[in-house]
């Protein structure tokens, strides 16, 4: 969609694609190899990968190896040198060690998101990322995160970047969680894709509001927040503010009159327009119960009674 849409020409730089552990990586740079999309997706930290597989020796007989030695998250001993060591210091989290690891791979099977697939599985290498740090705002002991870039042969300044912008997804998360949660981006049950276009665009109006009356607000800050000055106010903390301001702005429109309610659709006239619904094929365990209580049919030739 981005090429037909205009937001992506040739000559621009790939588009950076940032998810969590929750989504394959691997998978997403299959699926999306023909865009130019990078994707870089954190990884748990039990996984386990592997090197390139080793030239055969002359001489050797059989099939050659696909995979080399495993990279195992959780063991040290077979992580070798990193092609890319960089030290830092973050305002937030301190010191910061980013090592890199280039060529690494997954050994996949034909299971969960490819077992439909024909042939051969690929080999999908990437560089992977390791990022610690000595301290978290929220006073919690940090965990080594472990990521993983969909290309290889990233020099230093591609890795100095990968790791920045998987942190800051952290602060688009909340973005999205205040305009579900507060703003109530998915409350409304919409009908059509243009009716949740012109509701997503309503919401942005408000946020851009809440962050142009930054300057303008009190901060009515919970006993347990620390006070902040005014151009670091979230917008959580500027809308609790915004009731105060709004009495003194100017409003266009007029005072609403009241209405009776509609005389709505005749008794006996159907409905021409019904909703659209969809069926999402999902199986769940009340479905199953119900299929497996079903009464059989009964036999043409029912057995005969025992008498005496």
């Known amino acids: ?3 037909p849409a205009g937001q992506w020409r040739p000559g621009d730089p790939e588009i950076l694609l940032v998810a969590d552990a929750g989504y394959d990586g691997p998978r997403l740079t299959h699926v999306l190899a023909d865009l130019p999309i990078i994707v870089l997706v954190r990884m748990r930290s039990d996984r386990v990968l592997r090197r ?14 696909r995979h080399g030695d495993e990279f195992a998250f959780g063991d040290p001993s077979t992580w070798g040198e990193p092609d890319i ?28 998101a490819w077992a439909g697939h024909d042939g051969a599985l690929p080999i999908l290498e990437g560089t992977v990322i390791r990022l610690q740090v000595q301290r978290l705002p929220s006073g919690a002991i940090p965990k080594p995160v472990w990521l993983w870039h969909s290309h290889t042969g990233l020099d230093q300044a591609e890795a100095d970047l ?7 997804r952290f602060d688009i998360e909340h973005t999205f969680r ?17 009716a949740a276009d012109r509701w997503t665009w309503l919401l942005l109006t408000a946020y851009t509001q809440l962050r142009l009356a930054r300057d303008l607000t009190t901060d009515l800050r919970r006993p347990w927040e620390k006070p902040r000055p005014a151009h670091r106010l979230s917008p ?35 409905n021409h327009r019904p909703a659209p619904r969809h069926d999402v094929h999902t199986t769940t365990s009340t479905n199953k119960q119900k299929a497996s209580h079903r009464k059989k049919p009964k036999s043409s030739n029912p057995r005969p009674r025992r008498t005496g």
């Open 1 to 3: 969609m981005t090429r």
């Open 52 to 65: 390139p597989a080793p030239a055969p020796s002359p001489g050797t007989r059989g099939r050659p190896r």
């Open 85 to 112: 060591t960089i030290e830092t210091t973050t305002r937030l989290y301190g010191p910061a060690l980013i090592r890199a690891w280039d060529r690494l791979h997954p050994r996949l099977t034909h299971r969960i």
């Open 162 to 168: 990968a790791w920045q912008a998987f942190l800051r």
């Open 178 to 194: 205040m305009l579900k949660q507060t703003l109530g981006w998915t409350t409304p049950k919409l009908r059509s894709p243009e």
């Open 236 to 270: 959580a903390r500027i809308r609790r503010g915004f009731r105060n301001l709004r009495p003194q702005l100017e409003c266009p429109a007029r005072v609403p009159k009241p209405s009776r309610p509609g005389p709505g659709r005749p008794t006996g006239t159907p």
